[in-house]
C-alpha cells in the first residue's frame, strides 16, 4: 500500500455511498446490509479508510460458522479433534474500491481478518471462504488457502500454521 491507511470496524460516520469495486452485489451489500448485519450480529464488517481522504478503499466481512469435520482435507482432520463439527472463522465478502486495486489492499484486509480470528477470544481452527470466481480463488491460493468441500469454490486456511505467528 502507497498510500497509509486504517482498517477499522464500519461505523455510521463511514461514507459508503461512493464505494464502487466493480461488484454490484458487492457495492449494495456495504450501502444498505452491512450496518444491519453488525445491528443483528450477523457480521462484523471492518473497512480499510484512507487516512487522507477518509474514503472506504476497502472491506471485509467476518462471522463465525462451523462446517462438518468429514468436508476437509484429511492432511487438516488429522490435526484436528473428532468433533462433528470444526468452528471456522467465515470471511462472507472482501472487496476493494476500483480507484484503490492494486495497492495491496484485499492482502492487507486479508492480513487483518487473519490476525482477528486468531487474536479472538472465541475458538476457531480456520479461515473460511467462498471465493467468488476463479480470480478471487487464486488470490486465496496465493495466500496458502486450500480447496475443501463439495463446492469448487470453497477454500479455507488452517490456523496451525499461523497461530504462533500471529499472536
Do not use: W
Not at 500500500?1 to 456495504?30: Q, W
Request: charged residues 20%.
Amino acid at each position: 500500500m502507497t498510500t497509509p491507511f486504517r482498517i477499522e470496524l464500519l461505523n455510521k460516520e463511514h461514507n459508503r455511498a461512493g464505494f464502487s469495486c466493480g461488484v454490484d452485489v458487492l457495492n449494495v451489500y456495504l450501502r444498505e446490509q452491512a450496518r444491519q448485519d453488525m445491528q443483528r450480529r450477523a457480521a462484523s464488517c471492518y473497512v480499510a479508510v484512507d487516512a487522507c481522504t477518509s474514503a472506504i478503499a476497502g472491506y471485509y466481512t467476518i462471522s463465525a460458522s462451523g462446517i462438518p469435520l468429514t468436508d476437509l482435507p484429511e492432511t487438516l482432520i488429522k490435526k484436528l479433534p473428532r468433533y462433528p463439527s470444526v468452528p471456522v472463522a467465515l470471511l462472507g465478502r472482501l472487496a476493494v474500491d476500483v480507484g484503490f486495486q492494486g495497492k495491496k489492499i484485499g492482502a492487507a484486509l486479508l492480513g487483518n481478518a487473519v490476525q482477528r480470528a486468531l487474536a479472538s477470544d472465541i475458538a476457531v481452527a480456520a479461515l473460511v471462504v467462498n471465493a467468488k470466481d476463479e480470480q478471487a480463488r487464486s488470490f486465496y491460493h496465493h495466500y496458502d488457502f486450500l480447496d475443501f468441500g463439495s463446492l469448487p469454490n470453497q477454500l479455507i486456511l488452517h490456523f496451525s500454521a499461523y497461530r504462533n505467528a500471529y499472536v
